[in-house]
């Protein structure tokens, strides 16, 4: 630990009286300053810093000015003297502040950077020009062995520097280009007088001696050598940016339909190669954003994770991460969509306005109790009569529809003609289904509907609301569906009333027959298409219809007469249209139209609407 | 000029203007939008 003794000697100025009043004033005031630090001011009145000492303010003035350097002087706006000093026996203010440092100076300076490393030169590989701009027929074939060390000393540079330098021009050309000279530059006459020495010759040599004399004597003055190599000129290629071939008039479409010009574009312009179309976005092939085999793999693991098909907003954000507020977000969406429906292991299952994307292995939406196909085949009736083509798809807005036993009890919508109005057509030609969303805002949930469109055998129809149909409704129950500014949106209400107490229709599944359950209810129903045990007595205990029986409508006719009709007194089962039809869709769903056709065509059953129907069931 | 009664055919002048149109473009363009610009190009 250290401790300070209190006592600074400092050399003061001036005479030995005021050398005494300023070492005892600075005492004081070191002394009333032990606790501050060496640069902060000890300030004390002139006035009672001279009473403390018993000395005249005139003295202790005569030996502050005196030592300028330890005091100094500060009148305050009160006319008040204060005398300033440090421990350090300095004037205050006097520190030089590069000298100072806080600690939050030093938390908040970053370090400079550190100066980069040196970079090593990079050997750069040089071409002569003279080969860079090599074309065609400029090397002679059996020439390049010769010319190869030529363009090896080129030096182009020197050409360029006397280039711009006009004046020096002369004398530098008359440095570097030789003079004319004269030399026996051919070997042939040294060759001659060699031959033609005395020395024994064979024939063959005298020969050529003679070919030699013979050959005509080449130029004595040859002209100055130019080491360098010729440097080929060619012809300046201009390439024009357009094409010079006319493209002819653009067609005048100011009279044409918005829906034919559509058509056209979606017929002729789709399949162009630099074109990437889908969902009616159109974008040049390079600018779709591309998809690496990481982010297909990426992509299918997470619909798998999920269990659901996805949209490909959620794709984009939740596997690619890429967020709304990026400006490639568009086109990162848009390329998910061209480049996944290109992929054989992806099925769109989506609608222009909500993309969904499954893969092939994702388990189905809906229910479990009857396959897909089999529901399509009860359906199949719907395809009668219906020309797909002529479908104005999303020319309604609302849709009511009264919920009958089978399809509550396998949560199902028909795609029947009202329907194919109020819901989009396939976005793809190839399309077979689609997912919806279907908001309850009563319940506040969603479900993911899923629609399998019609085909040529099987009916279309909706599956995945099963959840929603045991929580809220009953059979016989009244929906609205309701469009939304989504072509895959749509908002599913129903009427809620006061809870209600019946005895209802129901399927036990653990044997499968039927019977009457109380059920307490709060949704508005259809009473003629309510099922409870008043009305129909004759299902408790009935089992269910196989497969084979239920194909033939005829038989479910009569099997539904045996169930709700009453004896007429002459052998025969009597009921009413109405009892009819709603218990005969407990079993398969039957439209009204085809029903009434059926009992028009059943041999058994006469009747009308007024007076009922009658089947004689041949007792 | 195409008429409604005519078959309606793109030459080579209108998909060029098509392709710089989509080249230009920062997103991807809907139909509607190139339709119109078709129409507003010859209007």
């Excluded at chain 1, 044409?256 to 630099?274: G, K, R, T, Y």
């Excluded at chain 1, 998809?291 to 798998?304: F, M």
């Excluded at chain 1, 989504?486 to 107490?501: C, F, L, M, P, R």
């Excluded at chain 2, 002048?13 to 363009?29: G, Q, S, T, V, W």
């Amino acid at each position: 630990m250290m401790t300070d003794s209190g006592e600074m000697v400092l050399a003061f100025n001036g005479t030995k009286k005021v050398k005494e009043n300023a070492a005892a004033a600075f005492n004081v005031l070191r002394a009333r300053g032990a606790f501050m630090s060496d640069t902060a001011t000890i300030k004390v009145p002139v006035a009672d810093l001279a009473a403390f000492l018993s000395i005249t303010e005139k003295a202790l003035n005569d030996a502050l000015a005196e030592n300028s350097d330890v005091f100094a002087v500060q009148t305050n706006d009160d006319g008040v003297a204060y005398v300033l000093t440090t421990r350090v026996g300095r004037v205050p203010g006097g520190v030089d502040p590069q000298d100072t440092h806080s600690l939050m100076q030093r938390l908040m300076t970053p370090e400079p950077k550190p100066a980069p490393r040196p970079r090593p030169v990079r050997e750069v590989v040089r071409t002569n020009e003279g080969w860079a701009t090599y074309i065609g027929d400029t090397i002679i074939p059996g020439s390049l062995e010769d010319e190869e060390d030529d363009f090896a000393f080129a030096e182009p540079a020197d050409e360029e520097i006397v280039a711009v330098q006009p004046e020096a021009e002369a004398a530098v050309a008359d440095m570097v280009a030789p003079e004319p000279v004269v030399e026996e530059t051919s070997p042939e006459p040294e060759v001659a007088e060699l031959i033609a020495t005395p020395a024994p010759v064979e024939d063959e040599e005298e020969d050529l001696v003679q070919l030699i004399d013979a050959a005509p004597a080449e130029p004595a003055v040859v002209p100055p050598v130019d080491v360098r190599p010729e440097i080929p000129v060619f012809e300046e290629i201009t390439r024009t940016s357009r094409p010079t071939r006319s493209l002819g008039e653009p067609t005048d479409f100011t009279d044409v339909p918005e829906d034919a010009i559509a058509a056209m574009l979606e017929q002729q312009f789709s399949h162009h190669s630099h074109i990437a179309y889908f969902g009616g976005r159109w974008m040049t092939t390079d600018r779709a954003h591309r998809l690496s085999r990481g982010n297909i793999r990426d992509i299918r693991q997470y619909i798998q994770e999920q269990e659901q098909p996805l949209t490909d907003e959620t794709l984009v954000e939740d596997v690619l991460r890429v967020r709304k507020s990026n400006p490639e977000y568009a086109n990162v969406v848009f390329g998910l969509n061209y480049w996944l429906h290109r992929e054989r292991d992806f099925e769109f299952v989506g609608t222009r306005g909500q993309r969904f994307w499954s893969v092939s292995d994702l388990p189905p939406l809906g229910t479990t109790l009857r396959k897909p196909n089999d529901i399509g085949s009860d359906y199949r009736f719907l395809t009668d009569g219906v020309n797909a083509n002529e479908v104005e798809h999303r020319s309604v807005t609302e849709v009511d529809h009264v919920v009958t036993f089978y399809e509550w009890n396998l949560g199902l919508l028909p795609y029947d003609a009202e329907m194919q109005k109020l819901f989009p057509a396939p976005m793809l030609p190839d399309q077979r289904s689609a997912v919806f969303t279907f908001e309850i805002p009563q319940s506040y949930t969603t479900y993911l509907v899923e629609l399998r469109y019609p085909t040529p055998t099987r009916g279309g129809f909706f599956l995945g609301l099963d959840d929603f149909y045991f929580d809220s409704l009953v059979p016989g129950a009244m929906i609205s569906i309701n469009a939304t500014e989504s072509d895959g949106h749509y908002k599913v209400e129903y009427i809620a009333t006061n809870e209600q107490s019946d005895r209802l229709l129901e399927m036990d599944e653990k044997r499968p027959r039927y019977h009457f359950r109380p059920t307490t209810y709060a949704c508005g129903v259809d009473d003629a298409w309510l099922l409870n045990e008043d009305r129909f007595p004759g299902f408790a205990g009935q089992k269910q219809l196989s497969d084979r029986e239920r194909r033939k409508i005829a038989t479910v006719v009569e099997v539904t007469f045996e169930r709700v009709g009453i004896d007429d007194g002459n052998g025969g089962l009597l009921a009413s249209f109405e009892d009819l039809l709603a218990a005969i869709n407990v079993e398969r769903p039957v439209s009204e139209e085809l029903l009434r056709s059926e009992l028009e065509m059943h041999s058994d059953i006469t009747g009308d609407d007024a007076n009922g129907y009658t089947y004689a069931t041949g007792k | 000029m195409a008429s409604q009664n005519e078959t309606v055919q793109l030459n080579e002048a209108d998909i060029a203007f098509l392709l710089n149109l989509l080249r230009d473009a920062a997103e991807p363009k809907t139909t509607a939008e190139l339709v119109a610009a078709l129409k507003s190009r010859t209007a």
